[in-house]
């Protein structure tokens, strides 16, 4: 048996992805984002969470997902990871799960290319459900975020 | 018991010890013969191994301790003060500062200083290299010897004693003895102590306090006493209390004490009031140790910051107070909230607490302001032993002078500008001051002076350092300057003084070769300049050949908070930074000229850089060019001009400046972020940014 997990679930489009539960810091419903100019496209801006600023990354726009209308439902997700604190505009987040690290399976290749480095791996909660488990590290660097975008234009 | 928990006040008073032994020897060295200033020095040390001790730094405390031997030589006269003794007890304080840091990471502060305790001993023996006054140190010896082998009286007490008598103080041998029937003696005891502490203070008892309050005494205890009151107003008050039947109290002076000390004990237990009464002038200090301490303090004209002055400060971290500061932003927000609120409720109720609420909320953030304040003397205090060691050591005589250290600025600026200003102040006693010989041929006094001033100036702290050295040679700095590509000669041609004088902050004249070629100047002073820079602040020259050179370091009063001017552009809002901002104005599209290809409005006698905020940001709901008049901002980098197109002002507002977290890269023209009083974040505008 591997380690228990608790993950904070969430959606983008019809994907679930998780993020495991230390790393994430509250979970906070859209508020008002002041735009930075000249920063990357995927950053929305910056929102005041509780008297700190914090940076908001669109996470669809990060994943090159087509962005959205934000609706009740999205949430930012305020994460802290190498002593940065990002908030992720997600779709919804409305689940904790229970995993093992048992069933998480390393990214596999059908996903490929420069996305499955910022997979964790793939957790099986049931036949039909699978949940994307994030390598946070790599969604936030800004290095690789760089090669990311020369790559796409 | 844990230690640990004590470690960081051990440490801090700690430095706090080091740094009034330093300040102190270094008033000591300019007069050798002021022993209220060794007696300063002296308490320091013993309390510094009194903690030492007992936190069980024992290197640390053997070496306060021999240092303690020298000084209680000093103090007492049989010692006089020197350059070698000077030196060994300077190195001592090197050592105990290596010893102190090495316990701040973590070590065990243990450190081999065997050399130093050998010349620490040596001088103690009075074997002083160099015609030491030999027969005053050898008689110093066994002097001391005497004392710490006293039978009632350690070496510290002793000395506590007979520096209360030199400073006018009374000092008392009480002898109380309890009536045979008493039943509780312990609580008799007990209720003299406690007479006895009000008026003064009990520096040793025998039997022990410990043993007395175990009922480990016969009938009788005696004590060693400072205070003001009169021997019989004493006396009299102790026989009134109940079941005591009597006391004997004695006035000690110089003599009786010595005696006392030495083991001539049993004169005194026999009540032999013969003792000539004790000389005691009245004073006004208290006999309470910190006080007297401060007085000394003030008699030798050192500033009472010591360690040994009454303490009223507590240590804060300053992550705390930035949490303070966070939480209390939070409450201002939900304050014009309310503000709001009740505005549009009109219940005279609720608009009256919300504007006291507001009230309160106002004086909060001025504290919480003002505890991030700290004076610039935490800084300056430990220049004057860096300056005295470059001077010694390149064989020059330098006086510093520092004027306004209780010139209050932010923790933050604080923090950073230490190196700084050390780079300054060495490069103007190494390079600024000239050797004694070319001072004395150009007939200049023989001790260059550096003068060290901090002062406010409206949002400002300038900080000058200021030697009446040789100055500076322009030609030189021009030549060296021409000759490493930092300016070509047609800008040599037109460039002021102050700009030649500049080029020292440039970063090709930091090499050391280049040092000793121009007037020396060029230490690192890119490095000053980029880190002055980076605190907001400006550093800027002047210098008149022969007389001397002045830098002057302009910084910000706190790096967290500035003044700065909202403005509005589409539907989003900047602060730009009162200090960059020139004047506000209003222009006609008529007025906008292209000048080489520059979008240029005329200002004042000149015209200047016209750039669009909406376009340096990409702001996509607003453009100016669809408007026939257009609000500006004229902001300044120097001496140079530009003019920024705004929509609207919103009005001037201190706002709290906060970065824009670790994940975004720099934006240019962005200096940070700032928290309105509506809880949106708006970005700071750096001017400077879009000044080339």
Redesign the interface.
């Known amino acids: 048996m591997g380690e228990e997990l608790k993950v904070i679930v969430f959606k983008l489009g019809e994907e679930e992805y998780g993020i495991e539960v230390d790393k994430v810091q509250t979970i906070e419903r859209m508020m ?1 984002i ?6 990357y496209s995927f ?1 929305k ?4 969470l ?6 908001v990354i669109d996470l669809r726009g990060r994943f090159g997902l087509p962005e959205t209308e934000y609706t009740d439902q999205t949430r930012i997700i305020i994460v802290a990871v190498n ?4 908030g992720f505009i997600v779709d919804s987040a409305n689940d904790v799960m229970d995993l093992n690290s048992d069933v998480i399976d390393s990214p596999p290749d059908v996903v490929g290319g420069i996305k499955a480095k910022y997979l964790h791996g793939v957790a099986r909660i049931s036949e039909e459900r699978l949940l994307v488990m994030l390598n946070l590290s790599e969604v ?1 660097n ?1 290095s690789e975020i760089i090669q990311l975008e020369s790559l796409e234009d | 018991m844990d230690m640990n928990q004590y470690l960081s006040m051990f440490i801090d008073e700690s430095n706090d010890h080091l740094q009034s032994l330093n300040e102190n020897m270094l008033e000591l060295e300019k007069a050798p013969d002021d022993i209220g200033i060794v007696q300063i020095i002296f308490r320091s040390a013993h309390t510094l191994k009194g903690m030492a001790a007992t936190m069980g730094f024992e290197d640390l405390s053997s070496l306060t301790h021999q240092m303690e031997n020298v000084l209680d030589l000093v103090r007492n006269e049989k010692l006089k003060m020197q350059d070698y003794i000077f030196d060994t007890l300077f190195k001592s304080l090197d050592a105990l500062q290596m010893m102190v840091q090495d316990i701040m990471n973590g070590g065990d502060g243990k450190a081999d200083v065997q050399s130093i305790v050998t010349s620490l001993q040596a001088i103690v023996r009075g074997e002083v290299p160099g015609g030491a006054d030999s027969a005053a140190s050898s008689q110093a010896a066994p002097a001391a010897e005497t004392a710490s082998t006293g039978i009632q009286l350690d070496e510290f007490q002793y000395s506590v004693l007979e520096q209360s008598i030199t400073e006018g103080h009374k000092v008392l041998y009480i002898e109380v003895a309890i009536r045979e029937d008493c039943q509780l003696k312990a609580a008799r005891a007990y209720l003299v102590f406690d007479l006895l502490e009000r008026y003064g203070e009990v520096v040793k008892s025998h039997p022990s306090v410990q043993e007395i309050e175990q009922e480990k005494f016969e009938r009788s205890f005696s004590l060693y006493y400072i205070t003001q009151k009169d021997a019989a107003e004493l006396q009299s008050m102790i026989v009134n209390l109940s079941e005591i039947e009597s006391a004997q109290v004695m006035p000690l002076d110089h003599e009786t004490l010595n005696q006392l000390s030495s083991g001539v004990q049993e004169a005194a237990a026999a009540g032999t009031a013969e003792a000539p009464a004790a000389a005691a002038a009245p004073t006004d200090a208290k006999p309470e140790a910190p006080q007297t301490a401060a007085k000394a303090e003030a008699k030798t004209g050192a500033r009472a910051n010591g360690g040994a002055a009454p303490s009223r400060t507590i240590r804060v971290d300053i992550e705390r107070l930035d949490v303070l ?3 209390l ?2 409450l201002l ?1 939900d304050r014009s909230r309310l503000e709001q609120l009740a505005y549009e409720i009109k219940r005279s109720d609720l608009t009256e607490t919300v504007e006291h609420m507001s009230r309160v909320g106002s004086d909060l953030q001025n504290i919480v302001l003002k505890l991030r304040m700290v004076p610039i003397d935490t800084v300056f205090s430990r220049f004057p032993r860096m300056v005295r060691d470059v001077a010694k050591s390149l064989d020059k005589k330098i006086d510093l002078v520092i004027v306004g250290a209780e010139t209050e600025l932010d923790r933050t600026v604080i923090d950073e500008i230490g190196d700084p200003l050390v780079h300054l102040l060495r490069n103007a006693v190494d390079h600024g001051i000239e050797p004694t010989a070319q001072r004395i041929a150009a007939g200049k006094p023989e001790t260059g002076t550096v003068q060290l001033r901090a002062f406010h100036s409206g949002n400002h702290v300038f900080i000058e350092i200021e030697d009446d050295g040789g100055g500076i040679d322009r030609d030189k700095i021009l030549n060296k300057a021409l000759k490493n590509g930092i300016v070509t000669q047609s800008e040599a041609a037109t460039m002021s003084d102050e700009q030649v004088y500049m080029l020292l902050f440039a970063a090709g004249f930091s090499t050391a070769d280049v040092i000793s070629d121009i007037s020396g100047r060029g230490v690192g002073l890119d490095v000053v300049r980029s880190k002055i820079e980076s605190l907001s602040g400006d550093v800027s020259v002047t210098s008149t050949l022969g007389k001397g050179t002045k830098f002057s370091v302009q910084l910000p009063l706190t790096l967290s908070i500035i003044s700065a001017m909202l403005i509005k552009v589409g539907s ?1 809002k900047y602060a730009i930074p009162l200090s960059s901002i020139v004047e506000t104005g209003i222009i006609q599209r008529n007025q906008i000229r292209s000048v080489h290809g520059y979008t240029m409005v005329p200002y004042r006698d000149a015209h200047i850089p016209l750039m669009s905020l909406a376009n ?4 996509a709901d607003f453009d100016e060019n669809v408007e026939e008049e257009t609000e500006i901002v004229v902001i300044r980098k120097g001496e140079r001009l530009a003019a920024l197109t705004i929509e609207d002002f919103i009005g001037q507002s201190e706002i709290v400046i ?8 720099p ?4 200096a940070g ?1 700032t ?1 309105l009083g509506d ?5 700071i505008v750096d001017p400077n940014a879009f000044i080339k």
């Open positions: 008002p002041t735009r930075v100019p000249k920063t950053v801006g910056v929102i005041n509780r008297g700190v600023v914090i940076p002593e940065m604190e990002v936030l800004r | 500061m966070n939480l932003s939070e927000i989003e340096l940001f990409e702001v906060k970065n824009l977290g670790k994940y975004l890269p934006v240019q023209g962005v972020a928290i809880g949106q974040v708006a970005l």
